[in-house]
């Protein structure tokens, strides 16, 4: 990180004093990341002022967009989509772009102004992430932090994962399964996504005469 931004340097100021190592500039602000603290929580640990810690954070934000923006935060290229199809087709998969699927975490320091927007199912604040990922774990689709009770079904329906899809732009993908041309790519999905054609969902393997009959 020293190396993509020099804020990030162990310096004097004007009367010779050593400043902030960039051990302690890194911890606060993945701490804050992390854990979602608030800037003052961490003057014990960094004995960094308020002000400091949340310039400190907004440096390390734009330093991280800054060096890794253009390979990996960004959506897939058409060469990109080949490669993953590549991968997954020597793996038996022919057409398959990747695996979908959202996950919540509790907010446990959720602020009070907040809490009744993110307030989910269960009664306490959390936060949604949908991601797409391909056999490699890399996420080449993450939308996160979408407020309100979600389920996977309200966060895809507002989604822009598929904004490309419905408006025609996507690449065309050509692969044969069972004698029959396709030229539209496919995820793995759970159960509750709907029936779609972009969506293949695992077949259920019930063990036990009980789980296979109900």
């Keep these: 990180m020293v190396e993509a931004n020099p804020y990030f340097e162990q310096k004097k100021d004007a009367l010779g004093l050593v400043g902030f190592s960039p051990h302690q500039k890194l911890t606060s602000a993945l701490r804050m990341l992390a854990y979602g603290t608030s800037a ?6 960094t004995r960094m002022a ?12 734009k330093s991280i967009i800054s060096r890794y923006g253009t390979e990996y935060l960004r959506a897939p290229t058409k060469d990109d989509m080949e490669m993953v199809l ?11 772009l990747g695996s979908l699927d959202v996950m919540q975490w509790e907010w446990k320091n959720c602020p009070k102004a907040h809490r009744g927007a993110f307030q989910g199912k269960d009664g306490v604040a959390t936060v949604a ?8 774990l890399w996420f080449w689709h993450a ?51 709907p029936e779609r054609h972009i969506f293949v969902k695992t077949i259920s393997e019930p063990q036990g005469a009980k789980r296979a009959h109900f």
């Design 40 to 45: 003052d929580q961490l003057d014990d640990l």
């Design 50 to 61: 308020e002000s400091t810690t949340l310039h400190n954070l907004k440096v390390f934000c």
């Design 86 to 96: 590549h991968l997954h087709e020597a793996k038996g998969w022919q057409g398959l």
């Design 129 to 136: 992430l949908e991601a797409a990922v391909d056999c490699r």
């Design 143 to 193: 939308w996160f932090g979408m407020p309100g009770a979600n389920n996977d079904l309200n966060i895809l329906d507002r989604s822009p994962f598929f904004r490309d899809l419905t408006a025609g732009r996507t690449p065309v993908i050509n692969f044969t399964i069972n004698n029959k041309e396709n030229n539209l790519g496919y995820y793995l999905v759970d159960g509750i996504y």
